[in-house]
């Protein structure tokens, strides 16, 4: 890492808690010239149109995307789910990264009506991505462990409210999205957690989308250029 970092002439941060990390783990960073950006939206690049969710009357259905991997505790979150009543219901849509994982998800959603998955070898298609957030009238991200959450930001782009752990970037990205968008609950995923979600749910005023500006890719290609600038002159 020490030869890393005295290979490279600037660091491009996703977030300020990002840069901490790397300050505090590699003090030799902190001589180089670098820039905190953040990870950009996704509104440019659907394969689809984004509809905001219709108000939430009867059930309400949790979904959850991405890749089936250990740290992303999806598990956890489907054995919550599953002592839960139908009126509340999950779809698990991603690449079965790890087996182990999807062996338990299988088992669970065996003995419970109200969990669906959609787990593959591959990663799925856009579109199939896009439908599969579409669904949900919000999305849950158990992490056990993040520091920048691309499907946060998808998920907000396709106009769902999200719910993560309170860990990482994420309080970050809740400053600038508001709690009308992204709630965070503390410590591991919960029963608690889930419930709280569900009930916000059904009373959260109806929102079209959340405002993503301070996400452009315009911002991203401002900062980045400062950086270049710099390093140049």
Request: include cysteine; hydrophobic fraction near 45%.
């Amino acid at each position: 890492m020490r030869r890393f970092i005295e290979s490279i002439d600037g660091i491009i941060h996703l977030s300020a808690h990002s840069a901490e990390l790397v300050h505090e783990l590699y003090p030799r960073s902190l001589a180089l010239p670098e820039v905190r950006t953040v990870h950009g939206h996704y509104l440019d690049v659907f394969k689809t149109p984004v509809h905001p969710p219709a108000p939430c009357l009867n059930q309400i259905r949790l979904g959850y995307f991405g890749q089936i991997r250990a740290y992303k505790n999806v598990e956890k979150l489907a054995t919550i789910v599953a002592q839960m009543p139908g009126d509340v219901a999950l779809s698990i849509a991603g690449r079965g990264t790890h087996g182990h994982v999807v062996t338990t998800l299988q088992s669970i959603a065996a003995d419970a009506a109200n969990i669906v998955l959609d787990i593959r070898p591959d990663s799925l298609p856009d579109e199939d991505v896009e439908k599969a957030v579409d669904h949900a009238d919000g999305v849950v991200l158990p992490y056990r462990a993040i520091l920048n959450s691309g499907a946060a930001i998808f998920a907000l782009s396709r106009a769902r409210p999200v719910l993560a752990p309170n860990i990482g970037s994420l309080p970050e990205l809740q400053a600038i999205v508001g709690s009308d968008w992204l709630r965070l609950y503390d410590g591991e995923i919960s029963l608690d957690a889930v419930e709280n979600f569900v009930e916000w749910l059904r009373r959260k005023p109806h929102l079209e989308r959340p405002d993503l500006s301070r996400l452009s890719w315009e911002r991203v290609g401002r900062d980045i250029a400062g950086l270049i600038d710099r390093l140049t002159t």
